[in-house]
C-alpha cells in the first residue's frame, strides 16, 4: 500500500463538479456526517463498475451509520452522469479533472494500461473533524476495498 496521508492526519479539502454547475465541498459534506471517500481510475472499466456498485450496495448501511459516500474519478462529468445512470448510483461521482485531488491525497497512478495520473483505488473513512481514521490503497488496480472494514471504521465513530 501507498499514499502519503495517514490515519489521525487531516485530510485536505477540495471542490470539485459533480454536474453542470453543481460542485461538492468535502468540508460542507463533513458538516452531514462522516464521508467514505472512494477513489476509483475509470468510470466504466469492468473493477470500476464492481466497486462502484457494491459501495451503492452498502449504501444504506453507511447511511444508517451516518456516513455518506463521494467517489472520485479524473473522468469528466459527463461520464460520470452516463456512468452514475447506468448502475444506479446514487451518491455524487465527482470529476478530478485537473488532477490536484488524487495528488494531495497521494493516491496517482502515473501509467495505467496507457492512461497518465489517474486514480488509485483507495478509500479514505473521514470523520466529522475531517481527520483520517480509515486509510485503504492499492497499488493493484483489479484489487477491490474491503466494504466490511469500512463499516467497521465507521461503527468506530459511532
Known amino acids: 500500500m501507498s499514499g502519503g496521508l495517514v490515519v489521525g492526519t487531516k ?59 463521494l467517489g472520485v474519478s479524473v473522468d469528466g462529468i459527463f461520464s460520470h ?15 478530478d479533472w485537473e488532477k490536484e485531488v488524487i495528488h494531495k491525497y497521494d493516491v496517482v ?7 497518465k495520473d489517474v486514480a488509485k483505488r483507495s478509500v479514505f473513512v473521514i470523520d466529522t473533524n475531517g481527520k483520517i481514521v480509515y486509510k485503504w490503497v492499492s497499488d493493484d488496480p483489479g484489487k477491490l476495498p474491503p466494504i466490511d472494514k469500512i463499516e467497521e471504521a465507521l461503527r468506530g465513530l459511532q
Do not use: W
Open 11 to 69: 485530510a485536505p479539502d477540495f471542490t470539485l463538479l459533480e454536474a453542470p454547475g453543481e460542485s461538492v465541498t468535502l468540508s460542507d459534506e463533513l458538516k452531514k456526517g462522516p464521508v467514505v471517500l472512494a477513489f476509483y481510475p475509470a468510470d466504466f472499466s469492468s473493477v470500476c463498475q464492481e466497486e462502484l456498485c457494491r459501495l451503492r450496495d452498502a449504501l444504506v448501511d453507511f447511511n444508517e451509520l451516518g456516513a455518506n459516500v
Open 81 to 95: 452522469m452516463a456512468f452514475k445512470q447506468a448502475n444506479d448510483i446514487q451518491f455524487p461521482l465527482l470529476s
Open 109 to 115: 497512478h502515473p501509467d495505467l494500461a496507457g492512461m
